[in-house]
């Protein structure tokens, strides 16, 4: 079984303010894996499947280095790895349809630390 523990669980509310990006206040360092799941909390107009796009921000370079991109679908538990070590900030790109909506991101313990 899988150990994980719980690093990152926001509830948004893009209905009210329309943005563009938000950066996931908390700061990863070394998390090779993680599972992320964004869930809808209030009614969509069509069935969509979609939730937007997800950036992994590498800190420790000048300016803004996007490592990688991925989009995520809604209501789906994902595990996502990322091929980059060092430290990272993930910035969440929500499609313009999404309103009142959770973010959870939990990180993989490793049973040998």
Not at 37 to 60: C, F, H, M, N, R
Not at 95 to 113: A, H, P, Q, V, W
Request: no cysteine; hydrophobic share 40%; net charge positive.
């Amino acid at each position: 079984m899988i150990k994980t523990q719980l690093v990152f669980r926001n509830e948004y509310r893009w209905d009210l303010k329309k943005v563009n990006s938000v950066l996931i206040p908390y700061l990863f360092d070394n998390d090779a894996s993680l599972i992320i799941t964004i869930q809808p909390k209030s009614k969509l107009t069509k069935d969509y499947t979609s939730a937007g796009k997800l950036d992994e921000v590498l800190i420790d370079y000048p300016n803004k280095l996007v490592a990688s991109s991925q989009v995520i679908n809604l209501g789906k538990n994902y595990q996502i790895n990322f091929t980059q070590q060092g430290r990272f900030q993930l910035e969440f790109f929500p499609y313009k349809f999404l309103g009142k909506t959770l973010i959870s991101i939990s990180r993989i313990i490793d049973d040998e630390s």
